[in-house]
């Protein structure tokens, strides 16, 4: 039985500052840094034959952090652009609430989770979930079928596109997910990749 485990990075200086990040490639901050330690000391159970990650170096150090915490330091980091974070073009480095402030909640609310709006010069989901799922399909999807267990640390509206994919979600239902800093999803998949069970941990 193979086994998928999604964990999202913990949290960034610019969710502290309530800023878009998109592809800014901004730190942990302490709080982050003990999230990604908790989300290790919750898979002491897990044992992983892959482990994968964004480009960016809060997914990064997320990872690294799970893997000291479950002794699997050594296992070999798959770094990969396809994982990296919805592309958020100008709100890049903007302030959410002065955003909002600026532009009304209602707009700033499709921008930030809308399945087809793209926020300005930036990515809709939908072209985040084609690359995520591009990346699933020719990299994931064999060696889930080999059978291993992997660990993909990635990050908020990746994640929601991942998950929109895996199990089926509607474009009501991707827009209306949240996945926390540090949360943890865990899929077991058949070798036909047929999902036959899924949690939060
Ligand atoms: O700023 C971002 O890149 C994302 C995730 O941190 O924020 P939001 O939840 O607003 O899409």
């Known amino acids: 039985m193979s ?5 999202r990075h913990g949290q960034s200086e610019a969710n502290l500052a309530g800023v878009f990040t998109g592809w800014l490639d901004v ?3 302490p709080q982050g840094e003990a999230e990604a330690r908790e989300a290790g000391r919750r898979l002491h159970d897990f044992h992983f034959d892959a482990a994968y990650c964004s480009t960016l170096v809060r997914s990064r150090r997320t990872l690294e952090l799970i893997l000291a915490e479950l002794d699997e330091s050594s296992l070999e980091i798959h770094a990969a652009d396809a994982l990296r974070e919805r592309m958020y073009g100008a709100l890049q480095g903007l302030n959410k609430a002065e955003t909002i402030a ?3 909640l209602e707009q700033v609310t499709r921008w930030r989770r809308s399945y087809e709006d793209a926020p300005p010069e930036g990515e809709t989901l939908h072209h985040t979930l084609d690359r995520v799922v591009a990346y699933y399909n020719e990299v994931l999807a064999p060696a889930l079928r080999a059978g291993q267990r992997l660990l993909v640390v990635s990050h908020g509206n990746t994640l929601r596109a991942l998950r929109m994919q895996l199990e089926g979600l509607t ?3 991707v827009e209306a997910l949240e996945i926390p800093t540090g949360g943890i999803r865990v899929y ?3 070798p036909d990749l047929v ?3 899924m949690s939060d941990l």
Do not use: F, H, K, M
Not at 3 to 7: D, K, M
């Open 195 to 197: 999902i036959t069970s």
């Open 171 to 173: 474009v009501a239902q």
């Open 27 to 29: 730190p942990l901050t």
């Open 3 to 7: 086994q998928l485990v999604l964990v």
């Open 188 to 190: 077991e998949l058949n």
């Open 102 to 104: 600026r532009y009304g």
